[in-house]
Nanobody, 122 residues
Framework: QVQLVESGGGLVQPGGSLRLSCAAT????????MGWYRQAPGKQRELVAL???????TYSDSVKGRFTISRDSAKNMVYLRMNSLKSEDTAVYFC????????????????WGQGTQVTVSS
C-alpha cells in the first residue's frame, strides 16, 4: 500500500501564493507519475498538474504560467507552487500518484490523498 498525505492548504487573498506538499509513504518501488487534482463545489474533479517519473510535466490551461509542479524524488514528495491565485482556484486539492509497489509481482497501483482545502478570497 502507498499512502499520500497533503499539506499546505489554507486561505489566501487573490493574487497571493501557496505551496502544497504531498508525501508518499509505503512500499514504493518506483513512481510512474504524481499529480494534483482539484474539485470545486458542484464541479467534477479535474487535473491541475502532473509530473512523470521521467520529469515530464503537464498543466491544465487554467493554471499554466501560474502554478509549478516539482518533486523531490529522494523523499518521494511532490509540490505544487501556486502563484497569482484567483477566486476560481478555490477547491479541495488532491494529491494522486501511480506507483510500482515493492514485492514479488511489482504491482502497479494508484493512490489518492485525503485532500487539502484552498480558499482564495478577500
Amino acid at each position: 500500500q502507498v499512502q499520500l498525505v497533503e499539506s499546505g492548504g489554507g486561505l489566501v487573498q487573490p493574487g497571493g501564493s501557496l505551496r502544497l506538499s504531498c508525501a508518499a509513504t509505503g512500499s514504493i518501488f518506483s513512481i510512474n507519475a504524481m499529480g494534483w487534482y482539484r474539485q470545486a463545489p458542484g464541479k467534477q474533479r479535474e487535473l491541475v498538474a502532473l509530473i512523470t517519473g521521467g520529469g515530464f510535466t503537464t498543466y491544465s490551461d487554467s493554471v499554466k504560467g501560474r502554478f509549478t509542479i516539482s518533486r523531490d524524488s529522494a523523499k518521494n514528495m511532490v509540490y505544487l507552487r501556486m502563484n497569482s491565485l484567483k477566486s476560481e482556484d478555490t477547491a479541495v486539492y488532491f494529491c494522486n500518484g501511480n506507483f510500482v509497489e515493492r514485492g514479488p509481482n511489482l504491482r502497479t497501483m494508484t493512490s489518492w490523498g485525503q485532500g487539502t482545502q484552498v480558499t482564495v478570497s478577500s
